[in-house]
């Protein structure tokens, strides 16, 4: 698809076209009703012939006799099942680079990396996701914080539906590290942040006392216990306030282990440095082997895309396969699952990724739950989004049939309860379904199409984004996601 | 030239009245054997005339205590036969010119006096079997012979076999047709097809007829699915060179090969590996292990046995996978391979089970005449009299 | 001394030491019934709460309201659903061939030529491995399921997709055989066979203008009963193929340019290759003198006659409309029949392909058109040829191919029944249809009374994304159980 030349040429076009949504919707209705749809609300039973209605963003009722107003707009979705917008939990595709060089950088934020015109988002709208955990990729020692946005709007800031929400460590070592050098810069970090209080303690003192004219009059550990409360957070520099606030537990942390044995370490680093509360696994394919030590730890864990796990039995050569989440649900953990990031695979659908798991014995509750409000309390914005309920963040996908039928497309997604995708308006689904769109020459062009070929004319870099990606999204594409290369 | 080689046997067994007895014994008294079938029997005579196995007998019904060597606690075994071998002449066995080289023979680039082969007797090996380097879809003829030379015996036992073949990727990694397996399958069809018309080399048309056999160098298992389905043709007249972990193989082998060549095992190999060879030999295949000297070490052989045993085979198989049947393989077992009348008497005495590594090596007689003698004081632990 | 005077004396030897080994067969004279909510019998029909009863290893009876005979075995998955075997007319099974120097091993020289040289980066998966994990391959780190890059081994079984089934001494050599690659033990098999495949084609690697001919196996049961038929159609390649593929004329290999550059390096000369090969050929039928460079080798021309007569089948393999246009212009020059592999554009040329009745065997698909296949002529790749193609009322088939993860063809169908094919022709495609281009429709592709008993249970409705293959029966043999966990 990426080698298109066709299709490469209408991408910033059609990119524009979609991107534009948010603003051809601009002005949505402040009400919805969608009618007639089979619910999913994930968080209780679904219902049959079901109405939600959307008011200013908010899911306000739900159920079989809702009493819709006068003035809202009616959608009629009989025939189609309402599901909660999925969440990807952990995407670093979103920016134009996964991970900084350095290994230590909590001072950076992915708001910097972010950038809109990704195909990414266009992907992930037609894919029924509606909420994007934007977050470095797993080759790090400490990434940057992390936000969790929706795949529509011009900036990040239109985006942004929660931020900061985490920052983002690793166990596992960085590339061209090892284990034993990644623990210790870890361990490092934390120290040195511990130093850095105590003497920016002992200096606020030594000011308040040259404030009063005075000399020093006590010994360090006296300065430096006296000097604490006198420390504003705004004394914190750059690259400690993120470390700080970790430790206080004000912001959450996305730990990467890589094989079983960095689970232990994992935690061991969240107890020790006082955010072990807030903390997400975030488990390479191997963790699975580690899953009583997961389930003791109680923390939310994120699955890696790859679901099943071979492995050759040295001795005797057989490859033995395990389907992960089976042995996470077989333990009562609650999972997350990831979309594959492949876009050529049908995994890359997070409702088929739970479709494999109940294929492979998981019960349909759990695999639901897996895909949207699991990953929602992961991100801690599980009283926003990843279920259909009252006072909710209207963020819905309209399937065409069951989530886990293959056959089924998604047909509409609303966020924030404005339609940002339609299947019928999808002008790239049915260009490769053999819809040819007609030769559009300069003088021909409609007005508005000419604007936006100009616009995407006016930015080179679009098309050179374009191309980078075509790798990008291919075999490596994988490799930097899931941070299986340490 | 048989005439000539009696003569001066006779000669030298004239010469040899007069000689210490244990150079050239009538009979050795041996308080273990190893028998034809592979067993360990024990307290036996065997008595030698003019350099073969005269007959077997227990060991009191021999009554003559003259020029007799006695062992009564060692084990006397057959001279070992290694059947992938290319002691003496290692350098000169690869011929790359045509993948298909029927006309090449191994005994051509033979140096009998090469000092590897010394090495070969002090590890108990009184025959080797040469073969031209497999890197061709037919590399010519092996040829076996024995590692040491004694007056009035001929070393070459067989120059003109087995017909040497080789599937794996060997075949086609030079620069020359075919450059692929299925190329090299399809070349070697074709000359067989030939043959089968009567056309091409007279030994391609031999091992087409079935009076030439064939030896195939494998290296996956579907090389040797394919050697028995391309050159088996419905009746075993090949043999096949393979070492791998396909267990499953065994059923086919038994079905279309003659004899399986396994080894050298080495320690640390993987134990799904070093079972194969009791699988095979279990399922009925005759299991023949290879030394691979000298690229490996002489005691190759006898570690390949011992590993094959401690990892399922059994032992009288594992002993005859030493002796007779590579005997068998190389088509020499009507001179050596057995301690049975009418072979020559190529014997080695081991201070304990050959199977046991730390069986030493005391003595090796080639056509019953002593060429090798273990020092006197290491001898002195197991109270041997030499 | 020991001269060859006496064959006589050698054939003794030989019948002395021939051993014989007589092994029973093993006969099984049980009746197993499989009984399930939908019996898809591969034509398009469904029965439903049906049965299959299978004696002796042939299915005796399919329907409704049958009665189970006494002392049957009594498969029953309740809510599943019962399909033929599934057969894959063009997989591109893993298939070894090393085509290195001894002196350098395997993973050094592939992984530096496909890895590092390449590309300033190592690129996961360009090692060319048929690993399932070779996406992750990166450099300097061994991978858990093929040991890459430290096992050859493994990895000699993996080079696959760079040509290794060529065979670089000629253009044209369709007296080769794919079978004596293939290794029957390959995991692939097992993998194709969980994913409810029984049967596949083995296909040539498009490395050459006339390649090799393909074979026919099954991917489960005894190792002695898996090969159907050894050597079956010659295939011809259109397109791009001969001249970009092929380990030893791409760049890293571009030493050994006097031995191997032999290969047309245009479309124009990969259907001159063609030509000329049957118009030699031809003349030699005739007695007539051939030569010249391109000249085929008297095996190869051999099996040509034979196709040319029509008692070797002809497949071609072409993805473009031009390709594929270009094939049927050859067919039709010399009075051949053939099947058309992948047909990539073939909803381009529908009209074409009706009019001169030449069925596809189309696939893989994916989700995006070109997925991630390394081919410049994917560009063309849309969403809909399938549906095309059965619209069109072409036969067709639905392949694999390379791909065998978890579901393999079962998955092509699914993505068929997304894309708008309906169930009924999805369901032939992959059982009835490949059958019969197979010619092995005798034995195999439905579920009717006096076939061979290729059956598959399925958890839920066949293709469907919660649904996975129970049991898997190969000549009514339990080759696949996976009832219990």
Same mark, same amino acid.
């Given at each position: 698809?990426?080698?298109?030349?066709?299709?490469?040429?209408?991408?910033?076009?059609?990119?524009?076209?979609?991107?534009?949504?948010?603003?051809?919707?601009?002005?949505?209705?402040?009400?919805?009703?969608?009618?007639?749809?089979?619910?999913?609300?994930?968080?209780?039973?679904?219902?049959?012939?079901?109405?939600?209605?959307?008011?200013?963003?908010?899911?306000?009722?739900?159920?079989?006799?809702?009493?819709?107003?006068?003035?809202?707009?009616?959608?009629?979705?009989?025939?189609?099942?309402?599901?909660?917008?999925?969440?990807?939990?952990?995407?670093?595709?979103?920016?134009?680079?996964?991970?900084?060089?350095?290994?230590?950088?909590?001072?950076?934020?992915?708001?910097?990396?972010?950038?809109?015109?990704?195909?990414?988002?266009?992907?992930?709208?037609?894919?029924?996701?509606?909420?994007?955990?934007?977050?470095?990729?797993?080759?790090?020692?400490?990434?940057?914080?992390?936000?969790?946005?929706?795949?529509?709007?011009?900036?990040?800031?239109?985006?942004?539906?929660?931020?900061?929400?985490?920052?983002?460590?690793?166990?596992?070592?960085?590339?061209?590290?090892?284990?034993?050098?990644?623990?210790?810069?870890?361990?490092?970090?934390?120290?040195?942040?511990?130093?850095?209080?105590?003497?920016?303690?002992?200096?606020?003192?030594?000011?308040?006392?040259?404030?009063?004219?005075?000399?020093?009059?006590?010994?360090?550990?006296?300065?430096?216990?006296?000097?604490?409360?006198?420390?504003?957070?705004?004394?914190?520099?750059?690259?400690?306030?993120?470390?700080?606030?970790?430790?206080?537990?004000?912001?959450?942390?996305?730990?990467?282990?890589?094989?079983?044995?960095?689970?232990?370490?994992?935690?061991?680093?969240?107890?020790?440095?006082?955010?072990?509360?807030?903390?997400?696994?975030?488990?390479?394919?191997?963790?699975?082997?580690?899953?009583?030590?997961?389930?003791?730890?109680?923390?939310?864990?994120?699955?890696?895309?790859?679901?099943?796990?071979?492995?050759?039995?040295?001795?005797?050569?057989?490859?033995?396969?395990?389907?992960?989440?089976?042995?996470?649900?077989?333990?009562?953990?609650?999972?997350?699952?990831?979309?594959?990031?492949?876009?050529?695979?049908?995994?890359?659908?997070?409702?088929?990724?739970?479709?494999?798991?109940?294929?492979?014995?998981?019960?349909?509750?759990?695999?639901?739950?897996?895909?949207?409000?699991?990953?929602?309390?992961?991100?801690?914005?599980?009283?926003?989004?990843?279920?259909?309920?009252?006072?909710?963040?209207?963020?819905?996908?309209?399937?065409?049939?069951?989530?886990?039928?293959?056959?089924?497309?998604?047909?509409?997604?609303?966020?924030?309860?404005?339609?940002?995708?339609?299947?019928?308006?999808?002008?790239?689904?049915?260009?490769?379904?053999?819809?040819?769109?007609?030769?559009?020459?300069?003088?021909?062009?409609?007005?508005?199409?000419?604007?936006?070929?100009?616009?995407?004319?006016?930015?080179?870099?679009?098309?050179?984004?374009?191309?980078?990606?075509?790798?990008?999204?291919?075999?490596?594409?994988?490799?930097?996601?899931?941070?299986?290369?340490? | 030239?048989?005439?000539?080689?009696?003569?001066?046997?006779?000669?030298?067994?004239?010469?040899?009245?007069?000689?210490?007895?244990?150079?050239?014994?009538?009979?050795?008294?041996?308080?273990?054997?190893?028998?034809?079938?592979?067993?360990?029997?024990?307290?036996?005579?065997?008595?030698?005339?003019?350099?073969?196995?005269?007959?077997?007998?227990?060991?009191?019904?021999?009554?003559?205590?003259?020029?007799?060597?006695?062992?009564?606690?060692?084990?006397?075994?057959?001279?070992?036969?290694?059947?992938?071998?290319?002691?003496?002449?290692?350098?000169?066995?690869?011929?790359?010119?045509?993948?298909?080289?029927?006309?090449?023979?191994?005994?051509?680039?033979?140096?009998?006096?090469?000092?590897?082969?010394?090495?070969?007797?002090?590890?108990?090996?009184?025959?080797?079997?040469?073969?031209?380097?497999?890197?061709?879809?037919?590399?010519?003829?092996?040829?076996?012979?024995?590692?040491?030379?004694?007056?009035?015996?001929?070393?070459?036992?067989?120059?003109?076999?087995?017909?040497?073949?080789?599937?794996?990727?060997?075949?086609?990694? @030079?620069?020359?047709?075919?450059?692929? %397996?299925?190329?090299? =399958?399809?070349?070697? +069809?074709?000359?067989? *097809?030939? $043959? #089968? !018309?009567?056309?091409?080399?007279?030994?391609?048309?031999?091992?087409?007829?079935?009076?030439?056999?064939?030896?195939?160098?494998?290296?996956?298992?579907?090389?040797?699915?394919?050697?028995?389905?391309?050159?088996?043709?419905?009746?075993?007249?090949?043999?096949?060179?393979?070492?791998?972990?396909?267990?499953?193989?065994?059923?086919?082998?038994?079905?279309?090969?003659?004899?399986?060549?396994?080894?050298?095992?080495?320690?640390?190999?993987?134990?799904?590996?070093?079972?194969?060879?009791?699988?095979?030999?279990?399922?009925?295949?005759?299991?023949?292990?290879?030394?691979?000297?000298? @690229?490996?070490?002489?005691?190759?052989? %006898?570690?390949?046995? =011992?590993?094959?045993? +401690?990892?399922?085979? *059994?032992? $009288? #198989? !594992?002993?005859?996978?030493?002796?007779?049947?590579?005997?068998?393989?190389?088509?020499?077992?009507?001179?050596?391979?057995?301690?049975?009348?009418?072979?020559?008497?190529?014997?080695?005495?081991?201070?304990?089970?050959?199977?046991?590594?730390?069986?030493?090596?005391?003595?090796?007689?080639?056509?019953?005449?002593?060429?090798?003698?273990?020092?006197?004081?290491?001898?002195?632990?197991?109270?041997?009299?030499? | 001394?020991?001269?060859?005077?006496?064959?006589?004396?050698?054939?003794?030897?030989?019948?002395?030491?021939?051993?014989?080994?007589?092994?029973?067969?093993?006969?099984?004279?049980?009746?197993?019934?499989?009984?399930?909510?939908?019996?898809?019998?591969?034509?398009?029909?469904?029965?439903?709460?049906?049965?299959?009863?299978?004696?002796?290893?042939?299915?005796?009876?399919?329907?409704?309201?049958?009665?189970?005979?006494?002392?049957?075995?009594?498969?029953?998955?309740?809510?599943?659903?019962?399909?033929?075997?599934?057969?894959?007319?063009?997989?591109?099974?893993?298939?070894?061939?090393?085509?290195?120097?001894?002196?350098?091993?395997?993973?050094?020289?592939?992984?530096?030529?496909?890895?590092?040289?390449?590309?300033?980066?190592?690129?996961?998966?360009?090692?060319?491995?048929?690993?399932?994990?070779?996406?992750?391959?990166?450099?300097?780190?061994?991978?858990?399921?093929?040991?890459?890059?430290?096992?050859?081994?493994?990895?000699?079984?993996?080079?696959?997709?760079?040509?290794?089934?060529?065979?670089?001494?000629?253009?044209?050599?369709?007296?080769?055989?794919?079978?004596?690659?293939?290794?029957?033990?390959?995991?692939?098999?097992?993998?194709?066979?969980?994913?409810?495949?029984?049967?596949?084609?083995?296909?040539?690697?498009?490395?050459?203008?006339?390649?090799?001919?393909?074979?026919?196996?099954?991917?489960?049961?005894?190792?002695?009963?898996?090969?159907?038929?050894?050597?079956?159609?010659?295939?011809?390649?259109?397109?791009?193929?001969?001249?970009?593929?092929?380990?030893?004329?791409?760049?890293?290999?571009?030493?050994?340019?006097?031995?191997?550059?032999?290969?047309?390096?245009?479309?124009?000369?990969?259907?001159?290759?063609?030509?000329?090969?049957?118009?030699?050929?031809?003349?030699?039928?005739?007695?007539?003198?051939?030569?010249?460079?391109?000249?085929?080798?008297?095996?190869?021309?051999?099996?040509?006659?034979?196709?040319?007569?029509?008692?070797?089948?002809?497949?071609?393999?072409?993805?473009?409309?031009?390709?594929?246009?270009?094939?049927?212009?050859?067919?039709?020059?010399?009075?051949?029949?053939?099947?058309?592999?992948?047909?990539?554009?073939?909803?381009?040329?529908?009209?074409?392909?009706?009019?001169?009745?030449?069925?596809?065997?189309?696939?893989?698909?994916?989700?995006?058109?070109?997925?991630?296949?390394?081919?410049?002529?994917?560009?063309?790749?849309?969403?809909?040829?399938?549906?095309?193609?059965?619209?069109?009322?072409?036969?067709?088939?639905?392949?694999?191919?390379?791909?065998?993860?978890?579901?393999?063809?079962?998955?092509?169908?699914?993505?068929?029944?997304?894309?708008?094919?309906?169930?009924?022709?999805?369901?032939?495609?992959?059982?009835?249809?490949?059958?019969?281009?197979?010619?092995?429709?005798?034995?195999?592709?439905?579920?009717?009374?006096?076939?061979?008993?290729?059956?598959?249970?399925?958890?839920?409705?066949?293709?469907?994304?919660?649904?996975?293959?129970?049991?898997?029966?190969?000549?009514?043999?339990?080759?696949?159980?996976?009832?219990?966990?």
């Amino acid at each position: 698809m990426e080698k298109g030349v066709n299709m490469r040429s209408m991408w910033p076009l059609l990119t524009g076209s979609l991107l534009c949504a948010a603003s051809v919707f601009g002005a949505p209705p402040a009400k919805v009703a969608l009618e007639g749809g089979r619910i999913i609300p994930v968080v209780g039973d679904d219902i049959s012939k079901g109405t939600v209605l959307i008011e200013h963003g908010k899911i306000t009722a739900v159920g079989k006799h809702v009493e819709v107003p006068y003035d809202a707009m009616v959608v009629d979705v009989s025939g189609k099942v309402i599901f909660p917008g999925m969440i990807d939990t952990h995407s670093a595709r979103g920016m134009d680079i996964r991970n900084e060089n350095l290994p230590v950088t909590p001072f950076l934020d992915v708001y910097d990396a972010l950038d809109p015109s990704r195909l990414y988002f266009e992907d992930a709208l037609r894919d029924g996701i509606t909420s994007i955990h934007a977050i470095v990729a797993n080759n790090c020692v400490i990434g940057s914080l992390s936000r969790v946005i929706h795949p529509i709007g011009l900036t990040p800031d239109e985006m942004t539906l929660q931020a900061p929400v985490a920052l983002k460590l690793s166990v596992a070592p960085k590339r061209r590290s090892d284990r034993m050098v990644q623990m210790a810069t870890l361990r490092e970090t934390f120290l040195e942040l511990a130093d850095y209080l105590e003497n920016l303690a002992e200096t606020k003192y030594e000011e308040s006392l040259e404030k009063e004219d005075k000399k020093i009059d006590v010994g360090p550990e006296e300065a430096r216990k006296r000097g604490k409360p006198l420390i504003k957070f705004e004394d914190y520099d750059d690259a400690h306030r993120n470390l700080i606030k970790l430790t206080r537990g004000e912001l959450g942390a996305f730990i990467y282990c890589g094989i079983a044995g960095d689970v232990g370490r994992a935690v061991k680093l969240a107890k020790d440095n006082g955010f072990f509360g807030r903390s997400t696994l975030v488990l390479g394919d191997a963790c699975f082997k580690a899953v009583s030590e997961i389930k003791e730890a109680g923390r939310p864990v994120v699955l890696d895309p790859d679901l099943l796990y071979r492995e050759r039995d040295p001795i005797t050569g057989d490859i033995k396969e395990t389907f992960i989440p089976k042995v996470f649900a077989d333990a009562g953990v609650a999972f997350s699952l990831l979309p594959y990031p492949n876009n050529s695979l049908a995994e890359r659908y997070l409702n088929y990724q739970a479709a494999r798991c109940v294929r492979n014995g998981v019960d349909r509750k759990t695999a639901l739950e897996s895909i949207t409000i699991n990953p929602a309390k992961a991100l801690g914005v599980g009283d926003r989004i990843g279920s259909i309920e009252v006072g909710k963040v209207a963020n819905l996908v309209v399937f065409s049939g069951d989530p886990l039928d293959f056959e089924s497309w998604v047909d509409m997604v609303y966020i924030n309860g404005i339609r940002a995708y339609e299947r019928k308006d999808d002008v790239r689904l049915k260009q490769l379904f053999g819809d040819e769109p007609a030769e559009v020459t300069e003088g021909e062009a409609p007005e508005d199409e000419k604007k936006k070929g100009a616009e995407a004319d006016d930015k080179p870099a679009d098309d050179a984004d374009g191309k980078g990606e075509a790798p990008a999204e291919t075999p490596s594409d994988k490799a930097n996601e899931t941070g299986t290369d340490g | 030239m048989i005439r000539l080689s009696r003569s001066l046997l006779i000669l030298l067994s004239v010469a040899s009245c007069a000689s210490a007895s244990a150079q050239k014994p009538d009979a050795i008294m041996a308080g273990r054997y190893v028998a034809p079938d592979g067993t360990i029997k024990t307290d036996t005579a065997i008595v030698l005339d003019r350099g073969k196995i005269h007959v077997t007998v227990a060991r009191d019904v021999y009554t003559k205590t003259d020029n007799i060597v006695a062992y009564p606690n060692a084990v006397v075994c057959p001279g070992l036969i290694d059947v992938r071998s290319r002691i003496g002449a290692h350098d000169n066995l690869t011929e790359t010119a045509h993948a298909i080289d029927p006309a090449a023979s191994a005994i051509d680039s033979l140096d009998l006096t090469h000092r590897d082969f010394r090495a070969a007797v002090e590890a108990g090996i009184t025959a080797v079997m040469l073969s031209p380097t497999e890197n061709n879809l037919v590399s010519g003829v092996a040829a076996t012979v024995k590692t040491a030379r004694v007056s009035g015996d001929d070393p070459v036992l067989r120059g003109d076999g087995p017909l040497m073949f080789a599937v794996g990727s060997t075949v086609f990694s @030079e620069d020359r047709a075919p450059t692929s %397996r299925i190329g090299s =399958a399809a070349m070697l +069809r074709e000359a067989l *097809d030939e $043959a #089968k !018309a009567g056309r091409g080399h007279e030994r391609m048309r031999l091992f087409s007829a079935g009076s030439l056999e064939g030896l195939v160098v494998c290296e996956d298992p579907m090389d040797v699915s394919a050697a028995l389905r391309t050159l088996a043709n419905g009746r075993p007249s090949i043999a096949i060179v393979h070492t791998s972990d396909a267990h499953d193989l065994a059923p086919e082998l038994a079905r279309g090969s003659r004899a399986v060549v396994v080894g050298p095992y080495a320690f640390g190999m993987s134990p799904r590996t070093l079972s194969t060879a009791g699988v095979y030999a279990a399922a009925g295949v005759p299991v023949v292990f290879a030394g691979g000297t000298p @690229e490996a070490s002489v005691g190759s052989l %006898r570690t390949t046995a =011992a590993l094959a045993v +401690r990892y399922g085979m *059994d032992s $009288a #198989k !594992a002993r005859r996978a030493m002796t007779v049947l590579p005997a068998t393989l190389a088509g020499v077992s009507e001179r050596v391979g057995a301690i049975h009348p009418g072979l020559d008497a190529d014997l080695v005495v081991f201070s304990d089970d050959p199977l046991r590594l730390d069986a030493r090596v005391l003595d090796v007689y080639i056509k019953g005449v002593r060429v090798y003698h273990a020092d006197v004081r290491a001898d002195q632990t197991t109270g041997e009299t030499p | 001394m020991n001269n060859p005077h006496n064959s006589h004396r050698l054939a003794l030897r030989v019948a002395a030491i021939a051993t014989l080994f007589v092994v029973a067969p093993q006969t099984s004279a049980e009746t197993i019934v499989i009984k399930s909510a939908q019996v898809h019998t591969g034509t398009g029909a469904v029965v439903q709460d049906g049965m299959v009863v299978i004696t002796d290893g042939s299915i005796t009876a399919v329907g409704a309201n049958l009665s189970v005979p006494a002392g049957a075995t009594v498969i029953d998955v309740q809510g599943g659903s019962v399909t033929p075997g599934l057969i894959d007319a063009n997989a591109a099974i893993e298939a070894s061939d090393l085509m290195i120097t001894p002196k350098r091993t395997a993973s050094s020289v592939l992984h530096d030529v496909f890895c590092v040289k390449h590309s300033d980066k190592p690129i996961a998966g360009c090692c060319g491995s048929m690993c399932s994990r070779a996406l992750q391959h990166v450099d300097g780190e061994d991978c858990r399921e093929c040991g890459f890059p430290n096992t050859a081994p493994n990895l000699a079984v993996g080079v696959r997709r760079h040509g290794s089934l060529a065979e670089q001494s000629s253009e044209v050599i369709p007296h080769t055989r794919v079978i004596d690659s293939v290794n029957l033990r390959s995991p692939d098999f097992e993998r194709l066979l969980s994913g409810g495949v029984t049967t596949v084609f083995v296909s040539a690697d498009p490395a050459a203008v006339l390649t090799s001919q393909g074979a026919i196996v099954r991917t489960g049961g005894p190792m002695a009963d898996r090969i159907v038929r050894e050597a079956d159609a010659v295939k011809a390649v259109m397109g791009s193929d001969p001249f970009l593929r092929g380990p030893r004329n791409t760049r890293p290999f571009r030493q050994y340019v006097d031995f191997h550059a032999r290969r047309p390096t245009t479309r124009m000369g990969v259907t001159w290759v063609f030509r000329k090969a049957l118009y030699d050929t031809q003349r030699h039928g005739q007695g007539l003198p051939v030569g010249g460079a391109d000249t085929p080798s008297v095996p190869a021309m051999k099996t040509l006659s034979k196709m040319l007569t029509g008692e070797v089948p002809l497949r071609i393999q072409a993805r473009m409309q031009r390709d594929i246009l270009s094939a049927l212009r050859l067919a039709k020059e010399f009075d051949l029949r053939f099947v058309l592999e992948e047909g990539t554009e073939a909803h381009r040329c529908t009209d074409e392909l009706r009019a001169a009745d030449v069925p596809v065997i189309y696939g893989p698909m994916y989700i995006t058109p070109a997925g991630y296949r390394n081919s410049t002529e994917l560009d063309g790749a849309r969403l809909h040829t399938m549906r095309a193609l059965v619209d069109a009322g072409i036969e067709t088939a639905l392949t694999a191919n390379d791909l065998r993860d978890e579901d393999g063809l079962a998955r092509q169908a699914m993505y068929a029944l997304r894309h708008g094919v309906p169930l009924d022709a999805v369901m032939r495609s992959i059982t009835q249809t490949p059958a019969k281009l197979l010619r092995v429709d005798d034995r195999v592709g439905t579920l009717e009374p006096g076939k061979q008993a290729d059956v598959v249970v399925w958890s839920d409705g066949p293709f469907e994304a919660t649904s996975k293959p129970l049991v898997v029966l190969i000549n009514g043999r339990i080759v696949l159980d996976k009832r219990t966990g």
